[in-house]
């Protein structure tokens, strides 16, 4: 299984839950090199992967990377895909936002200085994932130039999704998605926090116009999540017992959430006081 993870999805929150289901030693996190270029929109965690031993690519039962459509052709096996997509106008802002709070962002001191407004951020060709990022995602596709992206684009992702991907959920519909996937792999635990989520107040004010600007700029987006958001529910349509299910998780998510909290909570000191801590003298 590889989850495609596209940035500003709920990707991290769905992580946490795949984690739970794959035994540790199976589960393969896919990285660019330190000196290479961050984010999804690049071949490189692609590279990365066919670059390793055929039995160490082979290993893992669960592969997990921000990266673009195509790692599966380094899989030894066979495989599947799954994903989750965010309506486009949401996301973009849900991206902005995210410059803004991050400082080690690369866009980050140009956005907070004032220099890299909303609309330059969405039109100006400083960061290719708010041009059709999700569908250059599933079509594999990083080389296309800001700007230029066709309708072969789109024909690519949904290509990729009717050959290659098991479950395409929807942020919008996160609970949902775990009942798809229940019923798709069978998974029981599937409780949740959400992580990594904007903090509380933190919404940014964006107008009319500039929420039209963001859909005319990411067409292809806005199409391709209308193409999976009707075959979403339509899937939802044909799974029996959806509702009893989805109204059982959501119950029990309830009861879940405050230990789920503490453990998340606990899990960030420890990781934060590992990377505080001076290197060990041998």
């Given at each position: ?154 024909e690519a992702a949904l290509r990729n999704l009717d050959g290659h991907v098991s479950v395409a959920g929807l942020t ?111």
């Amino acid at each position: 299984m590889i989850f495609l993870h596209i940035g500003k999805t709920a990707g991290w929150t769905l992580r946490q839950i795949l984690y739970r289901n794959v035994p540790s030693d199976l589960v393969m996190r896919v990285r660019p090199p330190a000196d290479r270029p961050r984010g999804f929109l690049n071949e490189e965690p692609l590279r990365a992967f066919a670059s390793l031993p055929q039995d160490e690519r082979a290993r893992p039962r669960l592969i997990v990377s921000h990266m673009i459509f195509g790692i599966h052709a380094s899989v030894p096996r066979s495989s599947t895909y799954i994903t989750l997509l965010r309506e486009p106008v949401a996301r973009t802002i849900s991206q902005y936002g995210h410059v803004l709070r991050t400082a080690h962002h690369r866009l980050h001191e140009a956005a907070v200085s004032g220099g890299l407004t909303l609309e330059r951020y969405v039109c100006g060709g400083e960061a290719l994932e708010v041009d059709n990022g999700q569908a250059r995602a599933l079509a594999g596709d990083a080389a296309t130039p800001f700007g230029q992206c066709s309708d072969a684009l789109l024909e690519a992702a949904l290509r990729n999704l009717d050959g290659h991907v098991s479950v395409a959920g929807l942020t919008e519909r996160f609970d949902e998605t775990l009942i798809m996937l229940e019923a798709e792999f069978g998974w029981q635990n599937l409780y949740y926090v959400r992580t990594n989520t904007a903090p509380a107040g933190g919404h940014l004010h964006v107008s009319d116009a500039e929420r039209q600007m963001i859909a005319e700029r990411n067409r292809y987006d806005c199409e391709l999540y209308r193409i999976v958001a009707e075959r979403f529910q339509a899937r939802i349509d044909e799974t029996p017992g959806v509702a009893r299910r989805l109204e059982l998780h959501r119950r029990g998510n309830a009861l879940y959430a405050p230990w789920g909290r503490f453990a998340h909570r606990l899990r960030r000191t420890a990781v934060r006081a590992t990377r505080s801590r001076p290197p060990t003298r041998l």
